[in-house]
């Protein structure tokens, strides 16, 4: 499956972006899907993650209750909404698949999009 993420950008601390990722080349719903970020010198974060139908989601500590993902079968896109951005979100974000789970790992990976919050 291929994956094209967009929608990152600059923005200032406590405002709101939208990252999308569109699927293509196989099934979307047949993949648990999920962003993970990784800001410069650190490690890869796991973000969030939904199950195949949209109905479980799972998210990182760090963003608990400031992100919601979500996603559209129908459109074979995934959407990661980001409230009350801060600066310690600033990272690339990377959308990923797996048949089975998305955590720090999956099988396939988009190129990324950068989110800048300036404080």
């Known amino acids: 499956v291929q994956l094209q993420a967009s929608g990152g950008g600059l923005v200032r601390a406590g405002g709101s972006l939208r990252l999308s990722c569109a699927a293509s080349?196989?099934?979307?719903?047949?993949?648990?899907m999920g962003w993970l970020r990784q800001a410069p010198g650190k490690e890869r974060e796991f973000v969030a993650a939904i199950d195949w139908g949209g109905t479980t989601t799972s998210y990182g500590d760090s963003v608990k209750g400031r992100f919601t993902i979500s996603r559209d079968n129908a459109k074979n896109t995934l959407y990661l909404q980001m409230n009350s951005l801060k600066p310690e979100d600033t990272a690339v974000y990377f959308c990923a698949a797996d048949r089975f789970r998305v955590y720090t790992t999956a099988a396939y990976w988009g190129q990324g999009t950068l989110v800048n919050v300036s404080s």
């Open positions: 080349g196989r099934t979307f719903s047949h993949y648990v």
